[in-house]
């Protein structure tokens, strides 16, 4: 039998690199084709979250991590053994990983073509929030790609959901007959809060802390600037043919998207547009206006839902996290995007729906952001006029009125309530005196 050939020293090598995507890139082109293979089985951790390895060597190695820690942690359950609090966690990542690149059930007419892709695949990252993006169609091949960053209360286990989203993108996206690359990016601490319960706070497991600072979004923008870099030194399309790289958009939503605003400011985003959807702020005090985010001339897009209550928060000062990328003064492209429905205080529920169905196919917002994803113009609305923090305040004084009224409808009904039943009490006992009376 042949001797398999010796493994390369991966990890020197790739700490010599220094993080350099293109020269991790070029170092893992000089590799045969066996050793290769050799390091996606013996360092699959390693060879499937570095930036700068191929997509589909990527997915290899973050499968045999994912497979290993299936097969490790059910044969502990099998055998009887008890999982310790980190061991369930990382075991309900790796099953939310393993479901992720499943092509939607509801898919009509079903899909058997979508190439998916699990790029990153870090189960016990982030304290076990964990980290893993899922990739519709191959970001080195494609004509457009375009990275989806999620906000609060996403993590590790709710990558499906996420996942949905850029599969509706996706979906949309290779429509006019260009290939298309839509990926989920969970690779980043978003902050964990249920906006739903938003007063079960701090709660258990809950960082609502950083849900009001620019932490998270300041750390996530390095991280996302690098992973972007990476699909920068992958994309093989044929420069030297008259071909261009892929367009690649990055889409940020809620405190994704300051977290998207923090790359391209932080970081200089190698992004060929810069969409801000959902948006509590365009990131800090030093972001004032598109031109800080130092993208294209033109390409910086955002859209808001009138009854999207996160897009009220965006405010300058040491409160919030920087300006209302769609106001008109800030200078982003701003298109259209459904209103939403109104809604109270007792029905927050609906005002959740309003801030998280951005990527519905029923709405105006996919097809224009659709749109962005194909280096198309989108159909602009022009920014808003009134002040982020202004809605926020009149929506506060509306339900104080509305509270009051409903009040006060309500106690003027239970009088009338109580009214009649004691009307109701008299008369019987006026027929009883009756009926008794000789």
């Not at 010796?6 to 700490?15: I, K, N, Q, R, V």
């Amino acid at each position: 039998m042949a001797t398999p050939p010796a493994s390369p020293p991966c990890g020197a090598e790739l700490t010599r690199l220094g993080g350099d995507p293109e020269a991790i890139n070029l170092w893992w082109n000089d590799l045969t084709r066996a050793e290769r293979e050799a390091l996606k089985i013996s360092d699959p951790d390693l060879i499937g979250n570095t930036n700068g390895i191929p997509t589909g060597d990527r997915d290899d190695a973050n499968r045999t991590s994912l497979e290993r820690d299936l097969d490790d942690l059910q044969a502990k359950q099998d055998a009887g053994e008890e999982l310790s609090t980190e061991e369930q966690k990382l075991l309900d990542r790796a099953k939310a990983a393993r479901d992720s690149p499943a092509i939607p059930a509801a898919a009509d007419p079903p899909d058997t073509e979508t190439d998916v892709n699990l790029l990153v695949y870090q189960p016990g990252a982030f304290g076990g929030d964990g980290a893993v993006a899922v990739s519709y169609g191959d970001p080195d091949t494609a004509d457009n790609t375009a990275v989806i960053v999620p906000g609060i209360t996403n993590d590790g286990t709710n990558i499906a959901g996420q996942g949905r989203d850029a599969y509706t993108l996706h979906q949309q996206a290779i429509r006019n007959g260009e290939s298309a690359a839509t990926i989920a990016w969970m690779g980043y601490d978003a902050p964990s809060w249920n906006p739903e319960n938003a007063l079960d706070w701090p709660g258990d497991g809950v960082d609502m802390g950083s849900v009001i600072t620019e932490d998270k979004a300041e750390a996530g923008g390095k991280l996302l600037a690098d992973f972007v870099d990476g699909l920068r030194a992958t994309d093989t399309i044929d420069v030297e043919n008259g071909d261009n790289k892929s367009n690649l958009t990055v889409i940020g939503h809620s405190y994704g998207s300051t977290t998207a605003a923090h790359a391209a400011h932080d970081h200089g985003l190698d992004a060929d547009a810069l969409t801000l959807i959902g948006s509590p702020g365009a990131g800090g005090d030093d972001v004032n206006s598109v031109r800080d985010l130092n993208m294209p001339e033109g390409k910086v897009y955002a859209g808001a839902a009138d009854n999207d209550f996160v897009s009220w928060l965006g405010r300058d000062g040491d409160v919030g996290m920087g300006k209302d990328p769609t106001q008109a003064d800030f200078g982003a492209n701003v298109f259209s995007v459904d209103p939403g429905a109104e809604f109270h205080a007792d029905d927050i529920g609906q005002g959740v729906t309003n801030h998280t169905s951005y990527f519905e196919p029923e709405s105006q917002s996919p097809a224009n952001l659709t749109d962005i994803v194909q280096g198309e113009q989108p159909n602009l609305t022009g920014g808003r006029t009134r002040d982020a923090n202004d809605m926020a305040t009149d929506w506060v004084k509306d339900e104080v009125k509305y509270q009051i009224e409903t009040e006060i409808d309500t106690t003027v009904q239970e009088a009338k309530d109580v009214y009649n039943d004691g009307k109701g009490w008299v008369d019987d006992r006026v027929d009883d005196f009756k009926d008794l009376w000789p």
